[in-house]
């Protein structure tokens, strides 16, 4: 136990996460987060934040003194009330969490994908043969924004009408962690009706039989959680099931074009896939920050930080830790990514990780038999988000096997 004064002055950083300078090219700034030490405070968010692997990680496991109850976001669920009722999942502590993480753990099972998996496949193959005829097109609006919704929303068993509403509404639940600045209302624009449709679609009168949506409403009879709780438990698969996988692909199809010798290496051994898939998000990390809210006064590295405080993770600038990672700029898809934070760390590590390895294994091996190169035609547009680094355009040139 520390005596007062003998902690550590924490530097207060003059940086603001969450400004389009920032979001639109991190990677620079975490650099300077990392280097300024193990807890900086940053006075534009009013908040604690970690940017090096191990106390990213370390504050990751140890969610008993860093809180998910109180929002993953800069609101604190204690002060404010958010835009949307708490996830049962992201944004609740055991045992609550554990309770409906069990649940929906037995339906997004290995066993559920292995018999989606020969139907993704056609639906990945069919899409890149289309692509690879035309030579040119978009990574993004013609691949990476389209794969995820030709085999996820039918996985859930949504209605066919108003799917288009599902990114709009990603954009808006990803921002909303983030401050209400203009990235916010700039990105959020015209995309109110989201929020309504999502809420109907998410009702077992609105959900098709066999699909996982329909399986979260059985569990609910089964007594496993309420009908009510059910209808949000569908809203984590539309809020985190899309756009997390629209931008995943993305950035490997940008990473591959980028690194033409890293793609040579994937063309000569296709089983490189899953590799080169987790190093693009280890690279490119899509989720770059949560927050988490601190139940009681802790230390770390020496910093004190008090009961009742955000504290903003860097998992993106944790994957790029020189202090653990070899290279850490590198993109190499022979690496070693394992225990990378991309889809987080603890009891509340990525629900669909598997869902996202599988989309991006068969993208990236359908793209690997079918195309010699890739080449960057244009330079890659980003789209900017609170929360997601995300991109809208990425235009390409590839050259058939
Ligand atoms: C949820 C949710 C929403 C956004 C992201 C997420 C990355 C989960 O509603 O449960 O996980």
Redesign the pocket.
Known sequence: VMKPGEAEVVPNLAIDPFDKVFLGDPYAYHDMIREAGPVVWLDSVGAFAMARYEEVKDSLRDHETFCSSRGVGTLDFAKETPFRPP?L??EADPPLHDRTRSMMNRIVSLKALKELRPRWQAKAEELVDRLVERRRFDAVKDLSEIFPMMIFPDTIGLRDDGREHLLDYATI??NAFGPDNDVLREGNEGKEAAIEWVAEACKRDNLKEGGWGMAVFEAADRGECTHEEAERLV??FL??GVD?TVNGIGHMVLALAGHPEEYQKLRSNPSLVRRAFEESLRWDST?QTFFRTTTKRVEVGGAEIPEGQKVLLFLAAANRDPLHWDEPDAFRIERNTSGHVGFGFGIHQ?LGQMVARLEGELIGTAIAERVASIRLTGAPVRRLNNTLHAIDSVPVEVEPA
């Open positions: 996830s999942l992201l639940v990803f809203r984590s809020s985190a997390t989720v990525c």
